[in-house]
């Protein structure tokens, strides 16, 4: 006879492939769950409740919102905080969101009244990928005390401006929204780590990148500290049409939110401040360890969404992406292709035709090129490099491309595994994929060129 589950059980997961790691599951259905099957043979349930426990492992940990000083719109800024245990009960690992900029008043001000831009918009999030708290999924940080701060400033947290004008209410202040967020972690025990790691995502990963010698200050001198950016290796390069978008863009953020002072020094003393916002110019001179994560055809550097909030409907209800207002990126702005031709190719790389692929190619190289002026291979035995071929962009928060049983390798090495043996200095890491199609286990995005969403798809 079949077993029948009352639609309470399944009514806390969602609809999603359990490869994306991103399955919901609360304990108290898990626990209403047990007591209606009780009446049933003991193997039954057991092999049940075991299959749950296995989506909730997958899923990650629930984690509730610490609210501190002052976002876009005034409010105080906050993050998501779970506390380490066992062996790594003194370890940290410090996630910064993601969520790109706002670069100008009119930007700033739509921004402002959504969770990138306030605290009173952000709730409870769920710890997946490099935050997931199951050894299986996360074997080298499952549990450190893990951190998520909450990206509510619009800069990569560099903006400071005193001045606050009243008609808008905009505070330019995510300098200080930085230094708040470390001295309350410090305060709460990081100040005694031994091991720690500053990660981000996308505009979460050049915050990494800016404030990885920052962070390594703050921290004993005896702990094994480094940084961690993913996504977040944006360069400066020109657009189809040969102008200089993503330079002007960037140009815009860092006056918009007074960033320059900010900026780090060994940088800005040698060059316009305003280049400075490309990790290619700032990383020869960090002097902490660094691990770049990044697909050297990054989907976010050919198609960029940013305006109004959005939930994407085919990840959690704690992965909101932006609706695509207004499209701006590094190789095809819109301005660069006025008839559309590039449309379906930037939402879905199997569209591309084969000029389009060429031009795909060509920037590769041209990423290959700026990673080198950061720091080949073999220039730094402390860096690590992970560049694959994927038409992605962050890899670290998702389990089904963090570590999976089919997640994106090089070298047979997943990105948990590479960025583990890097961090505990158990062996070197630095892979550089080959071309495009040539990587099967691709998890490539799919974009909908009609209102954004986001897919997964194996390159198969």
Known sequence: MGVRFPLSCFSSLR??????????????????????????????????????????AVAGLDVNLTILEMCLDGSPPAYHFAGGFGSGENNWLVHIEGGGWCHNLTNCLIRKNGRLGSSRAMRSVRFSGILNDHRGFNPYFYNWNKVK??????????????????????HYRGARVFEAVMEDLLAKGMQHAKNALLSGCSAGGLTSVLHCDRFRALLPAAARVKCLTDGGYFINVKDLVGEDSIKT????IVETHGSAKNLPESCTSRMNPNLCFFPQYLVPNIRTPLFVLNSAIDSWQVVVAYGTRKTCPLLTRNHTFLFMLQIRNVLVPSRADPRGAWKECKADIKQCNNQQLRALEVFRREFLDALGSGGRP???????????SCFAHCQTELTA????????????????????????????????????????????????????????????
Not at 157 to 169: M, R, S
Not at 249 to 252: A, E, K, R, S
Request: hydrophobic share 35%; aromatic share 16%.
């Open 401 to 460: 491309t963090w570590k999976f049983s089919n997640s994106p390798v090089l070298g047979n090495t997943t990105i948990a595994e590479a960025v583990g043996v890097w961090f505990n200095d158990q062996r070197d890491f630095k892979q550089i994929d080959c071309p495009y199609p040539c990587d099967h286990s691709c998890y490539n995005n799919k974009y909908n060129p009609q209102g954004y969403s986001q897919e997964y798809e194996p390159l198969v």
């Open 378 to 388: 073999g220039s730094d035995p402390s860096r690590g490099f992970f560049i694959n």
């Open 249 to 252: 863009y960037f140009n815009n």
């Open 149 to 170: 701060v909450g990206y509510c400033d619009g800069s990569s947290f560099t903006g400071d401006i005193e001045q606050v004008d009243p008609a808008t209410n905009l």
């Open 15 to 56: 609809a999603f492939p359990i490869m994306h790691g991103e399955v919901l599951l609360s304990a108290k259905h898990l626990l209403r769950c047990i007591a209606y099957m009780a009446s049933f043979k003991l193997w039954t349930w057991i092999l049940v409740c075991s299959f749950l426990l296995v989506l909730s």
